[in-house]
């Protein structure tokens, strides 16, 4: 029993891990508490969603309708960048909203293959992160922090009622989802059975007295191996030497030849996209999708990123799966109305205690 | 309290911090039951009670430039502990509101005095924590705030024998208007004491401001005790007023509402707070779904096609908007105002 709580501990831990990632990337390149992280990991899963169900006529014009305004935000600045041109970059804009939002509309109206549909809304995701980035914070990057940090929560509050005014507040679930089941681990299940059932309530792993779902290694596995190829790209390539270098020094960056906008805009998207994975996950495993559910995975990942040392990576990593497995045990030892407690006692004790997290090295306080 | 007040101002410098304005303002105010119309009343004591709570989080966020996102836990605080102490222990109302401003003096000291050495983001996420710690303790703490099902018939104000009732709102308005009066003053007189500058100079530069001699963490913490007692003092207002308390009233999206009040009135600016709160109370109310359809009914806009979330995107895009154009907000403070065009000029 106690072992079967811990793998859930891991299982939630490797999602919080994914997400607290994103918050740690951001911070450690813009120093900004990106409030706004867990709408993109809501609005990954409602994407997926999306497109692997039939939405409504309002739902696909809606999500038509915002996806335009992110390919036109993201395009424009683009092209802007490189051109130079501003008429050139509008009709770039205007050329990439069209397309997109006819698009995503086809795509909700009609279903998409799970797999197809998870990376197009992670792609979506990744896009909205960077056009966030464009739009709100970017104009702010030698304000204040405090200014940063307000508009942060504006575009948090904005996302998610915007979600809720396009899909409504109810809960949405991903098992009405019955169609094109032949692509996604279907090989071995009797005909008739629906991908709900095979992906969650079919086959079980045993190992001993654990038994693990077929939807529980899948997340470990896409868990794993996001962060070990996020790890490899932060430290092998010359994208992520950029990224580090940015995070070190923006000015000193520049001068080396690094175009800083650009890097940031692909931290941002890096994040977003592995925010959304985790987002589409965790809508599967907890079978429930709904406007709010950002608020609180992000606040959990937020203590993941603290508990790990916030502008670390791996820290970010380990932390993500020492709160799953904390909470986890607390339902184990029967205390599970106090298990979102524990992620704001873990929060605010590091912060006291040990500001740097447990695997940060000291920073120096930058003014 | 006239006369007091009108000193308060004379110390001062600035011609809008004159005090007839703000004699004017309760003046104003005070003829509003005039109408009889209880439900403008309600707004009004919403107004009221919203400016106190924004006052006295521009203590932490417009004086000293800490960003406090967990104020609601002490309106949080203060609400139950009224409650606690009125309907458990019996205590008159009149006794039940210092308490429960003292007590939210109390945990802003405990929470302050660790915290307060953490920088900015840091104290963000401490406050945040905390205030959702508090909900979580409302809701499980079943033996004292009667957990998530909410603490009911709180008990109202007596005055001379007289009880304050809640659906003829008057008293209640008046009692809103004096606790604001009070919130004002003692705003005005810590805005242009020695304890008000240093606020500013740790705002302005924390290393230049301890190089003067300013002890950092005393000042910030002394601050930071009393935004909580101000928020608890609103909370124990709103327990008497409402009657009943659930956790449901004390979420982050409050914190977020009144911060809102806050900057778009203009970080440190008074008058700028007040003006911020009765705004967006007002809006709250007109972006309420059903005024919303009555409003746009003669348009031809059918009812259900209006969401209930607007006022929330509003509130979100008014944040971003401000913060983006006009980061001292509508009435600024000068020095604050100062602030923010030297940063724009400096910017490259």
Redesign the interface.
């Known amino acids: 029993m106690l072992a079967q709580i811990l793998l859930l501990g891991v299982t939630m831990g490797a999602a919080y891990a994914l997400i607290a990632v994103g918050y740690t990337m951001v911070y450690g390149i813009i120093?900004l508490?990106n409030f706004a992280h867990g709408e993109i990991y809501m609005y990954g899963a409602f994407m997926c969603l999306a497109f692997t169900i039939a939405s409504t006529p309002f739902q696909a014009a809606g999500a038509a309708l915002f996806a335009g305004a992110l390919a036109w935000v993201v395009a424009f600045d683009r092209m802007l960048e490189r051109s130079g041109s501003k008429p050139l970059a509008q009709g770039c804009g205007l050329a990439a909203a069209l397309t997109l939002g006819l698009a995503v509309y086809g795509g909700c109206l009609a279903r998409i293959p799970f797999p197809v549909s998870f990376l197009l809304a992670v792609g979506l995701a990744a896009m909205l992160g960077v056009a966030i980035e464009i739009v709100?914070y970017r104009?702010?990057r030698?304000?204040?922090?405090?200014?940063?940090?307000?508009?942060a929560?504006?575009?948090?509050?904005?996302?998610?009622?915007?979600a809720?005014?396009i899909w409504s507040?109810e809960n949405h679930t991903f098992r009405k989802y019955d169609a094109h089941p032949a692509l996604f681990l279907r090989q071995n299940m009797p005909e008739g059975t629906s991908f709900w059932q095979t992906l969650v309530e079919g086959h079980y792993l045993q190992a001993g007295p654990l038994s693990m779902s077929l939807l529980q290694a899948f997340i470990l596995l896409t868990a794993f191996a996001l962060m070990l190829g996020l790890h490899l790209l932060v430290t092998r390539t010359k994208l992520g030497m950029a990224m580090r270098a940015c995070a070190q020094d923006q000015v000193a960056a520049r001068l080396m030849g690094i175009d800083v906008n650009r890097v940031i805009s692909i931290t941002f998207a890096i994040g977003s996209a592995l925010g959304a994975v985790a987002g589409i996950l965790v809508g599967l495993y907890r079978d429930e999708i709904k406007p709010t559910m950002g608020?609180q995975a992000g606040?959990f990942a937020?203590?993941a990123a603290?508990l790990g040392g916030i502008g670390n990576i791996p820290g970010a990593m380990v932390g993500g799966l020492v709160l799953g497995v904390a909470q986890s045990l607390a339902i184990y030892w029967e205390l599970s109305?106090?298990s979102?407690?524990i992620a704001?006692?873990v929060?605010?004790s590091v912060?006291?205690l040990r500001?740097a997290g447990l695997m940060g090295a000291q920073l120096p306080?930058?003014? | 309290m006239t006369q007091r007040k009108g000193k308060a101002a004379r110390s001062s410098s600035g011609a809008w911090r004159a005090p007839w304005g703000w004699l004017a303002f309760v003046a104003a105010a005070a003829c509003l039951p005039l109408t009889g119309n209880s439900y403008l009343m309600g707004v009004g004591i919403y107004a009221l009670l919203f400016s106190i709570l924004a006052m006295g989080l521009n203590i932490m966020t417009g004086f000293c430039g800490l960003l406090d996102l967990g104020y609601v836990g002490f309106y949080g605080i203060g609400a139950y502990a009224a409650a606690v102490f009125m309907n458990t222990h019996e205590l008159s109302f009149w006794v039940a509101l210092p308490l429960a401003a003292a007590l939210g003096a109390l945990w802003g000291t405990m929470l302050g005095a660790p915290t307060l050495r953490l920088t900015g983001d840091y104290f963000a996420i401490v406050t945040f924590g905390f205030s959702e710690l508090v909900i979580l303790i409302t809701r499980n703490w079943t033996s004292v705030t009667k957990g998530a099902r909410g603490f009911p018939d709180i008990h109202k104000p007596v005055l001379f024998g007289y009880e304050f009732v809640r659906f003829n709102p008057t008293a209640f308005y008046f009692l809103a208007l004096a606790l604001f009066s009070l919130t004002v003053f003692v705003m005005l007189r810590l805005e242009s004491s020695r304890l008000g500058r240093a606020w500013f100079a740790i705002r302005e530069d924390e290393i230049a401001a301890e190089a003067c001699g300013i002890n950092l963490r005393g000042y910030k913490t002394l601050g930071f005790a009393i935004a909580a007692a101000f928020g608890a003092m609103g909370g124990a207002f709103y327990a008497s007023f409402s009657g009943t308390l659930h956790w449901s009233a004390f979420t982050f999206s409050e914190s977020v509402l009144i911060l809102c009040m806050v900057v778009m009135g203009g970080l440190g600016s008074i008058p700028g707070v007040v003006l911020g709160s009765c705004l967006l109370v007002m809006m709250q109310e007109g972006l309420r779904p059903q005024n919303l359809a009555a409003a746009l009914a003669p348009l031809g806009v059918p009812a259900s096609s209006i969401p209930g979330e607007l006022r929330w995107i509003v509130y979100g895009a008014l944040l971003i908007l401000m913060m983006r154009w006009r980061p001292a907000g509508l009435w600024p403070q000068k020095n604050v105002a100062a602030e923010f065009a030297e940063e724009a000029d400096s910017a490259p």
């Open positions: 120093e508490i709100a104009p702010l030698d304000s204040p922090r405090l200014t940063a940090l307000i508009t929560i504006g575009v948090s509050l904005v996302l998610q009622n915007l809720q005014v507040a608020y606040v937020f203590s603290v109305e106090w979102t407690g704001y006692l929060m605010i912060i006291i500001p306080r930058k003014s």
